[in-house]
């Protein structure tokens, strides 16, 4: 069976299960399970949160059976108070949370689309009323963030802390980097940005910068090549502190 035909299908088994309980109230597909599905493919896996009746929030968290029913389950995991990590024995990994309608106002989420809701759960909840991001507009913000974690990332690279250094120059710096290109460069790909998660389908977004971001991310053996490459970049293309990129430098 083709992938996606059985992750639609098996999102569609959910929001059916959810319908024939007397307590369950939604289905709400976020990502490639809801207002993106047109990006879902065979690697995608099911996010989703299951909306439910009140009071009857735990009962669903902790008799999984609503999904059991539909297939046997191989694996699952309890990552959240909300909810679970689970693997079904076909293959079909979903991530989800249970919740009742009034808690929707209080949670971040990405905007998503109701696979199906009883006539009682208002459509507008599947846009997010509590809104915040990754994603940061204050060019000046990001670049000094970006340099301080280059410093900071080669000064424990000379200390022997090759983990923490790593961490520091080849996530941190360059999430900000990322952002900066973001910013730069808008372009009509915009609508690919995941606001949680800066990273995902940034080689999607800014193709030709692919050799760019490769050469910022050379592995932890690569540190130094790594710092080198983002430093050079944003001395080209920003307004670099003299002093500090000669401190940045001495490290390399």
């Known amino acids: 069976m083709d992938k996606v035909f059985k992750l639609k299908q098996r999102l569609q088994q959910i929001a059916d299960s959810l319908k024939t309980n007397p307590n369950g109230l939604g289905l709400l597909g976020l990502g490639s399970a809801g207002k993106e599905i047109e990006r879902m493919d065979e690697y995608s896996d099911l996010d989703f949160f299951a909306i439910v009746a009140e009071g009857y929030k735990q009962a669903f968290i902790d008799d999984l059976s609503w999904l059991s029913d539909l297939h046997d389950i191989a694996w699952c995991f309890k990552n959240t108070v909300d909810g679970y990590k689970l693997l079904f024995s076909d293959g079909v990994f979903c991530e989800f949370a249970v919740f009742e309608p009034n808690e929707l106002a209080h949670i971040e989420y990405s905007e998503g689309q109701f696979v199906w809701r009883d006539a009682s759960v208002n459509e507008t909840l599947k846009v997010p009323l509590k809104q915040s ?93 790594s710092a080198r490459a983002m430093l050079t970049y944003v001395c080209e293309h920003y307004c670099v502190n003299a002093d500090l990129e000669a401190e940045i430098k001495a490290l390399l």
């Open 133 to 225: 991001n990754s994603f940061n507009t204050d060019e000046a913000y990001l670049l000094g963030e970006l340099l301080s974690n280059l410093y900071v990332g080669l000064c424990r690279m000379k200390r022997g802390e090759l983990i923490s250094a790593t961490r520091f120059i080849q996530v941190y710096a360059l999430d900000r980097l990322i952002n900066l290109l973001d910013l730069r460069f808008p372009g009509a790909q915009s609508h690919l940005t995941d606001k949680f998660c800066l990273d995902r389908r940034v080689e999607q977004r800014h193709p030709q910068l692919q050799p760019l971001l490769l050469e910022c991310s050379q592995g932890a053996a690569g540190n130094i090549e």
